[in-house]
């Protein structure tokens, strides 16, 4: 069933490479919501022992930083409970580590959580993003950095106080998602685009649910990258963006510097919304609205 399912799920990408839903991540990218990803050179070839050692990375109990992570982000003598439907779909072989696709889906139980918050535990900047919504939430969808192999961790408070938490060990053929450009001056053209930039595109999905699709034009700096000139570019990314249509509020997200430039970010809602429109802020403190220009993807 879980194959059937994925076959599924990447002819979907392959439909949608130009125009649909997932345009923006890797063209033909196969996704896996597999334990672990593929292994690179530095870890077993994939066999048995693979499935073991992300079993024994992603065992919070293994972690030298998971608790305090815990701690610091889900609160103190909180309840969390470690669970296997919450499930992380990424490539199965990540290559291009400043920029790497991942959805997240929700057991029907957690569609009206009250919190959700992306951890990406070895990056140097470990909290990717954080949603507060105010609707029911399927599924949801962004683009991130990994600057090593390392467990990705989705926490979702749901609305008995307790934290679930689904994992997914990914291990990355070139380490430096958070400390090398997403694009090299030195050895490439490097188009920049209108910082601030808004596009918006709503998909139907079936019995009339909808996927919303935010992109926001921003280079999103991490602060541990370098110029030409050997100077550290200074942390300057996306902070809040707040979503609604002509209902009401849909959700308010946080976001940090691990997602990837140019960050995009999926919403999978039960029900079709109007004139959905978008309000970001940046680290710097300046302001983008989607309504003022009209962008569409």
Not at 88 to 115: C, G, S, W
Not at 189 to 207: L, M
Request: overall charge negative.
């Amino acid at each position: 069933m879980i194959k059937l399912f994925l076959i599924l799920l990447t002819t979907l990408f392959a439909l949608e490479t130009f125009a649909g839903p997932f345009s923006d991540f890797k063209a033909g990218a196969e996704l896996s919501e597999e334990l672990s990803s593929s292994p690179t050179g530095k870890r077993n070839t994939p066999n048995s022992d693979s499935l073991v050692q992300s079993q024994e990375a992603l065992n919070p109990d293994n972690s030298s930083i998971w608790y305090d992570l815990q701690n610091n982000l889900l609160g103190k003598d909180v309840n969390v409970l470690f669970v296997d439907d919450i499930k992380l779909i990424m490539q199965d072989y990540i290559e291009e580590a400043h920029k790497v696709p991942l959805i997240v889906t929700l057991p029907k139980r957690l569609h009206n959580f009250k919190n959700f918050i992306l951890i990406i535990e070895n990056n140097p900047i470990q909290q990717a993003m954080s949603i507060k919504p105010y609707r029911s939430i399927e599924a949801l969808g962004m683009n991130i950095r990994l600057e090593d192999d390392s467990p990705v961790r989705a926490a979702v408070l749901g609305d008995n106080g307790i934290w679930y938490v689904g994992s997914k060990m990914a291990f990355v053929a070139s380490a430096g998602g958070c400390s090398t450009p997403a694009c090299d001056p030195s050895v490439e053209v490097c188009e920049t685009g209108t910082i601030g930039k808004i596009a918006i595109k709503q998909y139907e999905r079936e019995a009339g649910a909808e996927r919303i699709k935010l992109k926001i034009t921003h280079p999103m700096e991490t602060g541990f990258v370098t110029d030409l000139q050997g100077e550290i570019i200074p942390e300057y990314f996306v902070k809040n963006i707040h979503v609604d249509d002509d209902e009401g509020p849909i959700a308010d997200i946080t976001t940090f510097a691990a997602l990837s430039s140019d960050p995009v970010i999926l919403l999978d809602l039960p029900k079709r919304g109007q004139s959905v429109r978008i309000h970001a802020k940046d680290s710097l403190g300046l302001e983008f609205f989607s309504f003022k220009n009209n962008n569409t993807m």
